[in-house]
């Protein structure tokens, strides 16, 4: 019935649904193709009429990419990393009141992320490993997203706003590849309360996604991942954008978005069959 009516509402908005057939290999995948027409509209009117759902529309076939790139915190990972550190200096209600404003893209990014950081002064470098050991913890289905992807000849690359203390045993453990992240300053055994370099914030995303690309070959598929209005630019740059249980901004921005299920439902929208998901 649902797809009687947004069919019928599509037809209204002058987009015809030239085959709809559900994909063998899940049984839970809905493929919907159509000559022509607008993407948004599209995007627009399956929302409302199968909303929650997982989703992704294309004007090109979709496939496996030959890069995946993606954002960490409260996308590989359930957490935000600044915030379960700030825990540690009694400020993490303070911390992630920031957080969650720049995600949501009231804030700027980079003013939000120095003044975050400046709050950490003075607490010991050992509280990250704790943070590491007791808080941090991958997205259900992340390994297996990576692995399968790994194992089909895509490149993966982890770019995050947060930092290298924590991105890089993150990446280890679910498998990427490469890292790019903000590095935090540290003397005599605790933060500074700065950062070392430049800070890794939205227009970085998008420039790690499309030098990669560079590097590959010319016109390679590619998929981005995020949660947040950091990532949009990212998201809007990859063949595929794909917003993860994201803020408002980054969902309207993204090509598609996983709203229902965990980071395996991107195999299922990318035509992966279940036998060739890796088992990690």
Known sequence: MRLDAASAALEAEGLRIAAAAMLDFCGDVLQLSLPDG????????????????????STQEIGIPRLFVSD?????????????????????DQVAAITERAMQGELDFASALTERVGLLGGLGEDAIATCLADRIRPMPGAKRL???????????????GGFH?????????????????????VADGKLTGALVGGITDSSVKRRVLLDEAAALENGVATLAMGDGANDIPMLEAATWGIAYHAKPKARAAADGWIDRGDLTSVLSLLGVPREEWVSV
């Not at 409302?48 to 989703?55: I, M």
């Not at 960490?72 to 993490?92: H, N, R, V, W, Y």
């Not at 399968?148 to 982890?158: F, M, N, Q, S």
């Not at 203390?165 to 300053?185: M, S, T, Y």
């Open 165 to 185: 203390h924590f991105a890089d045993p993150v990446a280890e453990k679910i498998g990427f590849e490469h890292v790019v992240a903000n590095r935090l300053a």
């Open 72 to 92: 960490m915190d409260s996308t590989m990972i359930g957490q935000e990393c600044i915030d379960e550190l700030a825990d540690f200096a009694g400020l993490k």
């Open 146 to 160: 990576v692995a399968t992807l790994k194992a089909h000849g895509c490149r993966t690359v982890l770019v995050t």
């Open 38 to 57: 607008d993407p948004a509209v599209l995007r627009r009117v399956l929302d409302e009429y199968f909303t929650p759902a997982d989703l992704l529309v």
